[in-house]
C-alpha cells in the first residue's frame, strides 16, 4: 500500500493523483483509465475524472491501493 500525503492541500483531483503516483504516464491516460471504470475510491467505481480525493480516501487500481494522507 502507498500513502499520498496532500501536504496541506484540501483535495487532489483523481485524475492528478493516478499521474503522481505513477499508475498513469500522462493525464489523458489517466482520465482514461478513470473514464472505463478501472479505478475505485473507497471500495466504489469513480468515474469523475476531476473528483476530490481527500484525506484517509483509498484508491484502488490494478492491485495497487494508496491511502490519501493530509
Known amino acids: ?3 499520498f500525503n496532500l ?4 483535495h487532489v483531483e483523481l485524475c492528478d493523483l493516478l499521474k503522481h503516483l505513477g499508475w498513469a504516464d500522462s493525464g489523458g491516460q489517466a482520465k ?4 472505463e ?12 475524472k ?3 480525493i481527500r484525506a484517509e ?3 484502488n487500481f490494478n492491485g495497487m491501493k494508496a ?3 493530509p
Open 32 to 35: 482514461q483509465l478513470i473514464a
Open 7 to 10: 501536504e496541506g492541500h484540501p
Open 50 to 52: 476531476r473528483g476530490k
Open 1 to 3: 500500500m502507498e500513502t
Open 57 to 59: 480516501q483509498v484508491v
Open 67 to 69: 491511502v490519501i494522507k
Open 37 to 48: 471504470g478501472l479505478v475505485e475510491v473507497d471500495g466504489q467505481v469513480d468515474t469523475r
